[in-house]
């Protein structure tokens, strides 16, 4: 209670949910709420940040509309971006674009995979293994859309591994266009399509840079002459 003895005015609805987005952007910069990582639910966000069900909602779709969350049917919301590049990049996204974003994911994740394994932990190592097994078994299974998903997790993890902000903000821009080629690229499930990425996670565990950028540059030109 006010000292007038009156209740605390409700701020409006507008600044509620601007409130909200500010409070979920300060939690996914500050890293509790990783990039490639799923936020809480709906009903576990009301509950940590004190507001109405429709509120979240809204402040759920708006960062989801800057490109910084994205829906997954099924799965959750992930973290995609820590600002509002990725919509940016989205929208110049072509076919005839497609050999372009093979080079920046090559320049962005080549030097990732080198990065990480002079600095993965055996937290990264674990969500490494996670997030092949993740992409082998959808693979395996004859999975398309799961495969790509799970395949654009993985370089997430290569990349988070790196521990680099930076670098990791700039490859979240860039994972509608990611996801794209590696679905232009493979095509269909066929034994002749498949690209093993054991090789590169052996490189990462290993802690040899150089051979981990080898790795991840070598499945890259797969992609670009496929």
Known sequence: MTPSGHSPPVPPRGRRVSETIEQLRARILGGEWPLGGRIPTEPQLVAALGVGRNTVREAVRALVHAGVLEPRQGSGTYVVSTD?????????????????????RRAFEVEAARLAALRRTPEDLAALDAALAEREAAWRDGRFEEFVEADARLHVVVVAAAHNAMLAELYASVGTAMRASVAQAIGSLEPDRYVDHSRLVAAIRAGDPTRAAHEAGAFLEHRARA
Request: hydrophobic share 50%.
């Open 84 to 104: 509002e590049l990725a919509p940016v990049v989205a929208r110049r996204l072509t076919d005839d674009r497609m050999a372009e974003v093979v080079e920046v």
